[in-house]
């Protein structure tokens, strides 16, 4: 069955400093791996994938994140945070066993502190 | 105008009560799909649709019925509403033709069930 975890319930970071969100992934075959985020009262935004190609992905804000095969992970990162940037982040990956959903993690805050 | 318009916003409703969440979208996607997030869960998938004659059930179906009227409307049904059912529930879409996984998320729908 795949499943992704996200170890971390809540990282606080200090703003200007470089931020990593957690998160590793079971899947059988090739791993589709997204990142989204939620603000306050929103629904989820995406804010990058992994579909093959480059292990390092570049997304919306700033956002990249790693993907590391070996390590089955796919860590969110940031080299500077902005008090902005704090909201909920979910890692998901593609079901592909079962018509290609997305199977999310449990989700981590993320608390920038200026 | 939201791509993926979520109705009601907010609902509270009594135990026994029949609802519907409504959800309309008009990125012209085939996929949509019924996720609930509950605090520390993450987002755990209801039901979805890959188009007009598909639906199928999610991890966490019973309770739960869903409706797809259109290609761009896709409702969520609780027949008897019970306390357990408070959640914040979110509409999402997809395009077939990618398939790669991306969703576009409804701004979600809070439902406290007394």
């Known amino acids: 069955a795949q499943s992704v975890a996200q170890p971390e319930d809540q990282v606080n970071v200090a703003e200007g400093n470089p931020l990593t969100v957690k998160c590793t992934y079971s899947v059988s075959g090739n791993p589709y791996l997204f990142w989204y985020v939620q603000y306050p009262n929103r629904g989820l935004q995406f804010l990058l994938k992994y579909i093959t190609g480059d292990n390092l992905v570049k997304g919306s804000y700033g956002f990249e994140a790693e993907f590391n095969k070996s390590q089955t992970s796919f860590h969110l990162k940031k080299p500077s945070a902005l008090v902005s940037d704090s909201a909920l982040y979910f890692c998901a990956v593609r079901d592909n066993d079962q018509g290609g959903k997305l199977i999310f993690g449990q989700g981590t805050e993320l608390s920038v502190k200026p | 105008d939201a791509d993926v318009t979520q109705t009601p916003r907010n609902r509270i409703t009594k135990t026994g009560k029949r609802i519907m969440l409504e959800c309309s979208q008009t990125?012209?996607?085939?996929?949509m799909y019924w996720y609930r997030q509950d605090p520390g869960l993450g987002l755990r998938l209801i039901y979805y649709?890959?188009?007009?004659?598909?639906?199928n059930k999610g991890e966490i179906s019973d309770g739960y019925s869903v409706s797809r009227q259109a290609q761009a409307k896709f409702s969520l049904s609780l027949e008897s509403a019970i306390p357990n059912q408070t959640a914040l529930y979110f509409c999402?879409?997809?395009?077939?033709?990618?398939?790669?996984?991306?969703?576009?998320f409804g701004e979600g729908s809070r439902l406290t069930v007394l």
């Open positions: 990125k012209g996607h085939d996929r």
């Open positions: 649709s890959f188009d007009v004659k598909d639906i």
């Open positions: 999402a879409t997809g395009a077939e033709a990618e398939n790669t996984g991306e969703l576009f």
